[in-house]
Nanobody, 124 residues
Framework: QVQLVESGGGLVQAGGSLNLSCVAS????????MGWFRQAPGKEREIVAA????????YYVDSVKGRFTISRDNAKNTVFLRMNSLKPDDTAVYYC?????????????????WGQGTQVTVSS
């Protein structure tokens, strides 16, 4: 069992930045692909970014390319999401998720463990 705890959300003005962190429990973090998802009110949960076990393979949804950066530190059991040039449309609850295997996926159904989420609100 892997437990995930997100932090770093908050209220920011459009154009601002936030850094999200997700710390995982256990000794197997380096074997898990990780993803960041978000869910806005009334909308489906969507993939934002994903990273494979090594950190070399990364994916970004088109709407955040060039603005968000996913990274991981396997020594610290932590995955990060650096968010720059934030827009009001980025407002959502952001969730960290882990797969049992090291290959990343864009499908939320492929992830086995989820954090509780952290709220990100971008004001215009």
């Amino acid at each position: 069992q892997v437990q995930l705890v997100e932090s770093g959300g908050g209220l920011v003005q459009a154009g601002g930045s936030l850094n999200l962190s997700c710390v995982a429990s256990g000794r197997t973090f380096a074997s898990h692909a990780m993803g960041w998802f978000r869910q806005a009110p009334g909308k489906e949960r969507e993939i934002v970014a994903a990273v494979d076990w090594s950190g070399a393979g990364k994916y970004y949804v088109d709407s955040v390319k060039g603005r968000f950066t996913i990274s991981r530190d396997n020594a610290k059991n932590t995955v990060f999401l650096r968010m720059n040039s934030l827009k009001p449309d980025d407002t959502a609850v952001y969730y960290c998720a882990a797969r049992q295997i090291g290959t990343m996926s864009t499908r939320k159904e492929a992830y086995d463990y989820w954090g509780q989420g952290t709220q990100v609100t971008v004001s215009s």
